[in-house]
Antibody, heavy 123, light 111 residues
Framework: EVQLVESGGGLVQPGGSLRLSCAASGFTLSIYWMTWVRQAPGKGLEWVANIKQDGSEKYYVDSVKGRFTISRDNAKNSLHLQMNSLRAEDTAVYYC????????????????WGQGTLVSVSS | NFMLTQPHSVSESPGKTVTIPCTRSSGSIASNYVQWYQQRPGSAPSTVIYEDNQRPSGVPDRFSGSIDRSSNSASLTISGLKTEDEADYYCQSYDNSNHAVFGGGTQLTVL
C-alpha cells in the first residue's frame, strides 16, 4: 500500500526555520518526481516545489525561492522541505504528493497525497 | 502565467447532476492536461479525474471530466449526487514550465 506520511510541522516565529519530512512506503521512491503542495487555513491549494527522481532538478514557486529547499534521500525513502526565513504567509498545511506516472515528469497530476503537516508562523 | 477560475460554491440536491467549471485565463485549456481533486473537510486531497477525463481506479463513474475549447474551460460533472460527494473540488493544470497551477476551489453542497 502506497503511503506518504509528513512530519516536522509546528509553531515557529517569523524568521525561523523548519524542516519537513515525508516518509514514503509501498513504492519505489527513486522513480517518481515528488512535490510539495501547501494550503493556507481556509484557502486553496498552492504548488510549492518539486524534485526530479535523482534530485538533479528542483523547481519552486516564486514566493519561496531562496528560502525553501526541496531535497530527497531515496535510500531512506524520504522527501524533505527545508524552510528558512519563514513568514506569516507561509502558515499552511504542507502536503507531499507523488507524480502520477513513474520515470518521467508527467503533466498528469498526483495520484497519492500525504495527510499533511501544519506549519504555523507567528510571534 | 495563467489562472484557473472556479465558482466559489455550488449546490444541488441528492440524485441530481452538478457541473463545476474551471476556466483558463490565457493560453489554451487543451495545451496541458487538467486534473480534478476532491477534498473532504479535514482530509487530504484525492484525485477524481486526471488527464482531462480519466478516472483513477476506485472513483465511481458518476464522476466525469471534459474540456471545451470554445469556452477555454474544463468541467467536472458529478451525476447521481450523494451526500458523501459534499467536498471542495479543485482543478489543476500546468504552466509552460510544467509547474502546477490550481484553481481556487469550489465548495459543493449536497442538500
Amino acid at each position: 500500500e502506497v503511503q506518504l506520511v509528513e512530519s516536522g510541522g509546528g509553531l515557529v516565529q517569523p524568521g525561523g526555520s523548519l524542516r519537513l519530512s515525508c516518509a514514503a512506503s509501498g513504492f519505489t521512491l527513486s522513480i517518481y518526481w515528488m512535490t510539495w503542495v501547501r494550503q493556507a487555513p481556509g484557502k486553496g491549494l498552492e504548488w510549492v516545489a518539486n524534485i526530479k527522481q535523482d534530485g538533479s532538478e528542483k523547481y519552486y514557486v516564486d514566493s519561496v525561492k531562496g528560502r525553501f529547499t526541496i531535497s530527497r534521500d531515496n535510500a531512506k525513502n524520504s522527501l524533505h522541505l527545508q524552510m528558512n526565513s519563514l513568514r506569516a504567509e507561509d502558515t499552511a498545511v504542507y502536503y507531499c504528493a507523488r507524480d502520477f506516472y513513474p520515470y518521467y515528469s508527467s503533466s498528469s497530476g498526483y495520484d497519492y497525497w500525504g495527510q499533511g503537516t501544519l506549519v504555523s508562523v507567528s510571534s | 502565467n495563467f489562472m484557473l477560475t472556479q465558482p466559489h460554491s455550488v449546490s444541488e440536491s441528492p440524485g441530481k447532476t452538478v457541473t463545476i467549471p474551471c476556466t483558463r485565463s490565457s493560453g489554451s485549456i487543451a495545451s496541458n492536461y487538467v486534473q480534478w481533486y476532491q477534498q473532504r473537510p479535514g482530509s487530504a486531497p484525492s484525485t477524481v479525474i486526471y488527464e482531462d477525463n480519466q478516472r483513477p481506479s476506485g472513483v465511481p463513474d458518476r464522476f466525469s471530466g471534459s474540456i471545451d475549447r470554445s469556452s477555454n474551460s474544463a468541467s467536472l460533472t458529478i451525476s447521481g449526487l450523494k451526500t458523501e460527494d459534499e467536498a471542495d473540488y479543485y482543478c489543476q493544470s500546468y504552466d509552460n514550465s510544467n509547474h502546477a497551477v490550481f484553481g481556487g476551489g469550489t465548495q459543493l453542497t449536497v442538500l
